[in-house]
């Protein structure tokens, strides 16, 4: 037992001693780099260092050398930080570090002209802050911030001067105060606001100028937004519209603006619909539309819109006749087709009637040609199969016989080590011990090569004898081709314009096998071409299709153009009417669509 403990005592004794060099060494190793860190200018980092030596060894702290080199790296770090926390306009924190420095040297002047630094901008910022709260409106927590700039900087001239504009007395304060004050009594808001602005700009610390700001624009803005409620009552549109829109120099963002504007061009819309004024009534409608995004009315003014466009496209449709211009059966189907693609084209402002503007179509030419025939001489590759010998059968009768005589051998083997074995056994039993592993390695041989040959024999019993082998061969046969374009080229002659052309073309192809062997996967391809009148047919509408489009766009310009000439010409003798054409140009020629 004493032995034992001995031990123990020993073995703590060791580990303590260990602990203190190691601790030593850490401590010394960070005493040597707090050094170089002071060399270097970089007091934070030999703060750090002098404090983790302090944590490895306790016994620093008594060293007047040490004590004095770790106070030294505290105060110039504390100066760092704070000079770091001032650029990053942080003069809160600025002053704890200064002070810091500063109960560690009082008289250290980095430190005193460092915390002289941070008060000032503390207190400059606090006065910014009051402005900014008396631009809010609220001027208790403006008071607030003036107090607590004057705590940092007691004789700060901008946040005494802002700080005694809130208990001027009447008498006392601007003259452009005074006259706002008068004027947003009165309710003239241009002087009053005027007036408020210079006396913000000339006496910038002047609180109650800019508490007074915000409540004065927002009642300036709905005193404008109620003259133009009560002008829309009483059906004075361009007062409404003129007091609405004085809103947005108030408040541009205000709330009620765009539906109350809304209101205004829905209801002038509605005045001009009921006076016959569609193209004014569609220009207001969809203003109103704007305005009125989001609102419930939204819905009617779009309605509005879309009603007035199509009273001007029905106002202004063009009455024409296609005819066909000879007395052809293909003519006639084309002219038909234009009719009705014409009467499908809802953008286009035509209108189909027998008395209208005569269109005429003439089929200048069709052409259908015989079929063009190319012949390809190809192979069709299919696979055919048949039965060869297993040359597995061959590999697996080769091995057989090699394990076959390998057992011979091994058994031959086998006998004469019995043999050699048992005479060993009756006369040297030591040497017969020793010699029998010789023997039951060839026994072990045996067995593996007897469960060899009868998995061999097991396998080439399953084993097919004969095998399916794949060959490709080719079988001829001939595709031919069939090719024609056919094409069409008609015409349409409209007054006092240019002719208009359509040329359409389509092809018709289609392949045809022979010589086809179902049987080898070569299936047959009959030839399905179109007839003639089918190509015919398609011709026709394609060139249906085509000339309805140019007629229509035609038409309407020409129409579009007349609409802007008589614009330009009603302009100086009656505006109204022009501005009528002009939207109902603008509809037609797509300008204006929904």
């Known amino acids: 037992m004493k032995t034992l403990r001995s031990k123990i005592v020993l073995t703590a004794l060791l580990t303590l001693a260990l602990t203190i060099v190691l601790g030593g060494c850490a401590a010394q190793r960070h005493l040597k780099h707090a050094e170089a860190a002071l060399l270097a200018d970089d007091p934070v980092s030999a703060r750090h260092h002098f404090r983790r030596a302090l944590e490895h060894d306790s016994k620093l702290a008594d060293k007047p050398e040490f004590a004095e080199d770790f106070r030294v790296a505290k105060r110039d770090a504390a100066v760092v930080e704070g000079e770091r926390a001032l650029r990053d306009r942080q003069p809160w924190d600025a002053i704890e570090r200064f002070e810091v420095a500063l109960r560690l040297e009082p008289e250290w002047s980095s430190a005193v002209d460092g915390l002289v630094r941070a008060h000032q901008d503390a207190a400059d910022q606090r006065h910014a802050s009051a402005l900014a709260a008396a631009d809010a409106g609220d001027l208790p927590a403006a008071r607030a911030a003036l107090d607590d700039a004057l705590q940092h900087v007691p004789d700060h001239p901008r946040?005494?001067?802002?700080l005694v504009s809130l208990t001027l007395a009447e008498d006392r304060q601007p003259e452009p105060f005074r006259q706002a004050s008068r004027s947003l009594s009165q309710r003239d808001w241009d002087a009053g606001l005027a007036a408020l602005r210079r006396s913000i700009s000339s006496v910038p610390d002047f609180l109650p100028a800019r508490a007074v700001l915000p409540a004065a624009l927002d009642d300036a803005a709905q005193d404008h937004l109620d003259r133009g409620r009560s002008a829309l009552a009483a059906g004075q549109f361009d007062d409404a519209d003129a007091a609405l829109r004085r809103v947005s120099d108030y408040r541009p963002e205000h709330p009620e603006l765009d539906p109350a504007l809304g209101a205004v061009h829905l209801a002038r819309a509605d005045a001009d619909f009921?006076?016959?004024?569609?193209?004014?009534?569609?220009?207001?409608?969809?203003?109103?539309?704007?305005?009125?995004?989001?609102?419930?009315?939204?819905?009617?003014?779009?309605?509005?819109?879309?009603?007035?466009?199509?009273?001007?496209?029905?106002?202004?449709?063009?009455?024409?006749?296609?005819?066909?211009?000879?007395?052809?059966?293909?003519?006639?189907?084309?002219a038909d087709r234009v009719r009705r693609r014409l009467a499908r084209n809802k953008s286009a402002a035509l209108r189909l009637?027998?008395?209208?503007?005569?269109?005429?179509?003439?089929?200048?030419?069709?052409?259908?040609?015989?079929?063009?025939?190319?012949?390809?001489?190809?192979?069709?590759?299919?696979?055919?199969?048949?039965?060869?010998?297993?040359?597995?059968?061959?590999?697996?009768?080769?091995?057989?016989?090699?394990?076959?005589?390998?057992?011979?051998?091994?058994?031959?083997?086998?006998?004469?080590?019995?043999?050699?074995?048992?005479?060993?056994?009756?006369?040297?039993?030591?040497?017969?011990?020793?010699?029998?592993?010789?023997?039951?390695?060839?026994?072990?041989?045996?067995?593996?090569?007897?469960?060899?040959?009868?998995r061999l024999h097991r396998k080439l019993r399953h084993t097919s004898t004969l095998i399916t082998a794949v060959r490709t061969e080719h079988w001829p046969y001939t595709v031919e081709h069939h090719k024609r374009t056919a094409k069409l080229d008609a015409s349409v002659e409209l007054i006092d314009l240019p002719a208009v052309h359509a040329k359409v073309r389509i092809e018709d192809t289609d392949t045809v096998i022979h010589n086809a062997r179902p049987d080898l996967g070569l299936a047959e391809d009959p030839l399905r071409l179109r007839t003639d009148a089918d190509l015919r047919d398609e011709l026709i509408g394609c060139a249906a299709d085509t000339l309805a489009k140019r007629i229509a766009a035609e038409l309407v310009d020409r129409r579009v153009a007349s609409l802007r000439d008589e614009a330009r010409s009603l302009q100086t003798v009656d505006p109204i009417?022009?501005?009528?054409?002009?939207?109902?140009?603008?509809?037609?020629?797509?300008?204006?669509?929904?």
Do not use: M
Request: charged content about 30%; overall charge neutral.
């Open 353 to 454: 009637d027998q008395g209208g503007e005569q269109v005429l179509l003439t089929i200048d030419r069709l052409s259908l040609p015989a079929h063009a025939v190319r012949t390809e001489h190809r192979q069709h590759a299919y696979d055919v199969e048949f039965d060869v010998p297993n040359p597995e059968v061959a590999n697996l009768q080769h091995e057989l016989s090699n394990v076959g005589g390998c057992l011979h051998d091994l058994r031959r083997r086998e006998a004469r080590l019995c043999v050699r074995y048992e005479h060993l056994q009756h006369h040297d039993p030591v040497a017969a011990q020793a010699f029998y592993p010789k023997l039951h390695r060839v026994r072990c041989d045996i067995e593996d090569a007897e469960r060899k040959n009868r």
């Open 159 to 162: 946040a005494n001067a802002a």
């Open 274 to 334: 009921a006076a016959d004024r569609t193209g004014a009534a569609w220009v207001e409608y969809r203003k109103a539309e704007h305005r009125l995004a989001g609102h419930p009315d939204r819905d009617a003014a779009r309605a509005g819109a879309q009603r007035a466009a199509d009273l001007i496209r029905d106002r202004h449709r063009l009455s024409i006749a296609v005819t066909a211009q000879d007395d052809d059966r293909r003519s006639e189907a084309l």
């Open 577 to 594: 009417a022009a501005r009528e054409s002009r939207v109902a140009a603008d509809l037609l020629g797509g300008r204006g669509r929904n």
